[in-house]
């Protein structure tokens, strides 16, 4: 059984090490994240909505898409967000596909008053490629700066963390047997005060960093997910265009009639996002429409309508596999954006508790070699001071 419990405080201990000081950044990135919108609300300077009636209709898509192909001649529409929340519809242009595929910092984009068609705000070509406050937190949190490679060394530092969560359980039941669940003993050491707290906020918080762990290793695999859905379901549905010319950005249907498309074909859905014919992570020859259903739980599940970008016919609906479904649903229990702001507040309250598991962990560590390291020397001071003696002893 000490074997056995001795092993589990291994695991503990070294799965905590290698993963604290990036779990640390996750945490504090993870902060500002809770609260984007309200922080982005907060930082936005565009101007107002007009005052409309409630039942005004969106303008065209076609209108949009015109307006935008006149601010920046020669240059492609490569996707548009319609905001089911606000008024606003953003249409994201980038000089080429090859351009954007190349470099995805070269695209850029409007924001439109969907009822008036009125611009609202572009975002600066020569500041294409700047961060935002919030931006810089998400890429940290997200990858890191690192890209793919980012997303999943993060995934692994992830799963260090729930290894260490669930070792830290185990061992926690045999260490609260001397004691009651809960107790610090303030009367004894700085460092054994610490360990107690740390042990009993990791006891209170298992549950809740077990599930932002588990969904945080889940999202970072997102690319590696989406890219075996398109190399799976996606090209077995595109295996027919196979060898068709694509349609050029000049030629193709009205996005318009896309989304109206779209929209017979996932009746009771919400259309959202529409990528254009050409992305690397679309189709050549297709509009691809998502849409995201209209209650609580099916809004974080979306569908995807394949509308023939030459002659605006639907091609076919794709439902996303169970990984990516699983994905989807997983993101709002890792940020905790499902139940406004109480359950924001709770999340952030949680994520600062967890900050301080992590730190009170490296101390007691660094504490504890320090404390070593103190012990070793003390003992060679010993032993270099009597080995004269033990000399003279043998001399004589």
Known sequence: MRASLGKWIWVHKWSSLVCTVFLLVLCLTGLPLIFKEEINDLLDTDPPYESMPAETQPA??????????????????????IDDDEPQTIVTMAPSWQAVNENPRSAHWIKFDSRTA??????????????????????????????LAGELFLAV?????????????????????KLDFGEVR??????????????????????????????????????PMIGLWLMTDVKVM??????????????LSSPQAALDTAKQALPGMIPTFMIFPGAQRGSPWHYAVQAKGNEPLSSRLVSIAAVDGKDGTLFGVVQMPWYLRVLELSRPLHFGDYGGMPLKILWALLDIVTIVILASGLYLWLAKRSSAKAVAKKLAANDAATLPVMRTDAAE
């Open 60 to 81: 065209s898509l076609d209108t949009l898409m015109g307006i935008s192909q006149q601010l920046y001649p020669g240059q492609i529409v490569t996707s548009i967000f």
């Open 118 to 147: 009125k611009v609202l705000k572009r975002s600066e070509l020569s500041a294409a490629g700047g961060y935002t406050f919030m931006g810089v937190m998400l890429i940290l949190h997200r990858e890191m700066f690192a890209g």
């Open 157 to 177: 530092m992830g799963l260090l963390f729930v290894v260490a969560i669930v070792s830290g359980i185990v061992i926690y039941a045999p260490f609260m047997r």
């Open 186 to 223: 303030r009367s004894r050491s700085r460092r054994t005060k610490w360990l107690d707290l740390h042990n009993l906020l990791g006891a209170a918080t298992a549950m809740w960093v077990f599930v932002v762990g588990l969904t945080g290793v889940i999202n970072e695999l997102s690319t």
């Open 238 to 251: 595109l295996a027919p265009m196979k060898g068709k010319p694509a349609p050029s950005p000049h030629d």
